[in-house]
């Protein structure tokens, strides 16, 4: 088996790094979280014409043409920068839902918008009222009215709402809540009146919304991949979803793993480096397996999705297994970097606080494990 990246590939990893350690240093992550917005069009505008929001989108809608795992490469850098913004919700979530469920005018009108950065996308499916993370235990209901559906109720945890041009709700039509059917797929234009957005206080900074649907009018048009049919197309956009937080979660974690070891080697103590007391080494060995271990479940999650194999255990398997390693790693991090770590003008805290996020994130290792125990006829 080939585990190298590609020339292409290559080439986008050491661009993108390039351009974050220039555009995207640590200060600035910290500044964008008090930033109302959390990005820069600066930023915006310079990720936009390196091509990184049309690089998984086909070239007839003025994209790259790139796969999933080419987009994984571009995660784990995005992961090393900590770099804050709408990429995740507009790319990630957003684009794949218009290419996973849209029609091909809705394709037309969207992808080539989202190609060029002109366009913010993000997805709000979770909601109140339940005590575990289950995807489809979707209540908000969409009535339909002659054509027009009428959405109510409240979703949580919806990413970068508010610079959001669309959000991609999913609302239950029929069935009952917890079931993958009878789920829709809506494409809500976020200045129609009825809708109110909340900030949510979140560990890693980051903007996370509750979005409030107060009767809101959606035509029937702008329904995403039929009537009753979304919950099928929510489980695939979900699953990219969960390999690229784990592809930010090994970016974050290596980039720890080389704060620690970098600083075991300059530390002195009783006159030698730290990195020579076995302890200290026994740390960062179990951090580089930790990270290599989460690298290869990652990106064997993403080939196979960039393929269209079906993966549900091993992206199952990719989410439970890097969202604790990557906290395992963290939690040595601090520990080999000692106290100086824990101020909030050290680095270290970004990669904590993100690692905690990312692995409650879009399903945490319980979640995982209940579907891999199922995989296996369970």
Same mark, same amino acid.
């Given at each position: 088996?080939?585990?190298?990246?590609?020339?292409?590939?290559?080439?986008?990893?050491?661009?993108?790094?390039?351009?974050?350690?220039?555009?995207?240093?640590?200060?600035?992550?910290?500044?964008?979280?008090?930033?109302?917005?959390?990005?820069?069009?600066? +930023?915006?505008?310079?990720?936009? @014409?390196? !091509?990184?929001?049309? *690089?998984?989108? %086909?070239?007839?809608?003025?994209? $790259?043409? /790139?796969?999933?795992?080419? +987009?994984?490469?571009?995660?784990? @850098?995005? !992961?090393?920068?900590? *770099?804050?913004? %709408?990429?995740?919700?507009?790319? $990630?979530? /957003?684009?794949?839902?218009?290419?996973?469920?849209?029609?091909?005018?809705?394709?037309?009108?969207? *992808?080539?918008?989202?190609?060029?950065?002109?366009?913010?996308?993000?997805?709000?499916?979770?909601?109140?009222?339940?005590?575990?993370?289950?995807?489809?235990?979707?209540?908000?209901?969409?009535?339909?009215?002659?054509?027009?559906?009428?959405?109510?109720?409240?979703?949580?945890?919806?990413?970068?709402?508010?610079?959001?041009?669309?959000?991609?709700?999913?609302?239950?039509?029929?069935?009952?809540?917890?079931?993958?059917?009878?789920?829709?797929?809506?494409?809500?234009?976020?200045?129609?009146?009825?809708?109110?957005?909340?900030?949510?206080?979140?560990?890693?900074?980051?903007?996370?919304?509750?979005?409030?649907?107060?009767?809101?009018?959606?035509?029937?048009?702008?329904?995403?991949?039929?009537?009753?049919?979304?919950?099928?197309?929510?489980?695939?956009?979900?699953?990219?979803?969960?390999?690229?937080?784990?592809?930010?979660?090994?970016?974050?974690?290596?980039?720890?793993?080389?704060?620690?070891?970098?600083?075991?080697?300059?530390?002195?103590?009783?006159?030698?480096?730290?990195?020579?007391?076995?302890?200290?080494?026994?740390?960062?060995?179990?951090?580089?397996?930790?990270?290599?271990?989460?690298?290869?479940?990652?990106?064997?999650?993403?080939?196979?999705?960039?393929?269209?194999?079906?993966?549900?255990?091993?992206?199952?398997?990719?989410?439970?297994?890097?969202?604790?390693?990557?906290?395992?790693?963290?939690?040595?991090?601090?520990?080999?970097?000692?106290?100086?770590?824990?101020?909030?003008?050290?680095?270290?805290?970004?990669?904590?606080?993100?690692?905690?996020?990312?692995?409650?994130?879009?399903?945490?290792?319980?979640?995982?494990?209940?579907?891999?125990?199922?995989?296996?006829?369970?």
């Amino acid at each position: 088996m080939d585990f190298s990246f590609t020339e292409e590939q290559n080439i986008l990893r050491k661009t993108a790094r390039d351009f974050l350690e220039s555009k995207c240093p640590s200060a600035f992550v910290l500044e964008m979280e008090k930033d109302e917005r959390g990005y820069t069009e600066e +930023l915006w505008r310079g990720m936009a @014409e390196l !091509g990184w929001m049309a *690089l998984t989108i %086909p070239e007839e809608y003025e994209g $790259v043409g /790139g796969d999933f795992l080419d +987009l994984v490469v571009m995660l784990e @850098e995005m !992961g090393r920068a900590c *770099l804050p913004g %709408p990429f995740f919700s507009t790319v $990630v979530l /957003g684009a794949y839902s218009v290419m996973e469920a849209g029609n091909e005018s809705q394709m037309r009108e969207l *992808l080539p918008k989202i190609a060029t950065g002109n366009i913010f996308l993000t997805l709000a499916y979770t909601e109140p009222g339940t005590t575990k993370y289950d995807p489809y235990l979707i209540k908000v209901n969409a009535s339909d009215q002659d054509r027009n559906f009428i959405i109510d109720g409240t979703k949580l945890f919806v990413p970068d709402a508010h610079v959001a041009d669309y959000v991609i709700c999913a609302a239950r039509t029929s069935g009952e809540p917890s079931s993958q059917e009878g789920i829709t797929l809506f494409r809500v234009d976020t200045k129609s009146s009825g809708i109110e957005y909340n900030p949510l206080k979140t560990i890693a900074g980051d903007k996370q919304y509750e979005v409030i649907f107060d009767k809101v009018h959606v035509p029937e048009e702008d329904i995403l991949g039929g009537l009753n049919n979304g919950g099928r197309h929510l489980e695939k956009i979900l699953q990219k979803g969960a390999v690229g937080k784990c592809a930010e979660m090994v970016g974050g974690a290596q980039r720890v793993l080389e704060m620690a070891s970098s600083y075991a080697k300059e530390r002195e103590q009783f006159g030698k480096p730290i990195g020579s007391y076995q302890a200290v080494q026994h740390h960062c060995a179990n951090m580089l397996m930790d990270v290599e271990s989460s690298r290869f479940i990652t990106y064997k999650a993403g080939w196979m999705l960039s393929k269209g194999i079906p993966c549900t255990k091993e992206v199952s398997a990719a989410k439970a297994w890097v969202g604790e390693a990557c906290r395992r790693v963290s939690a040595l991090g601090h520990q080999v970097l000692g106290a100086t770590a824990y101020i909030v003008e050290h680095d270290m805290p970004l990669y904590s606080r993100r690692a905690k996020a990312a692995e409650a994130s879009l399903g945490d290792a319980g979640f995982f494990r209940h579907i891999m125990a199922q995989e296996i006829g369970l």
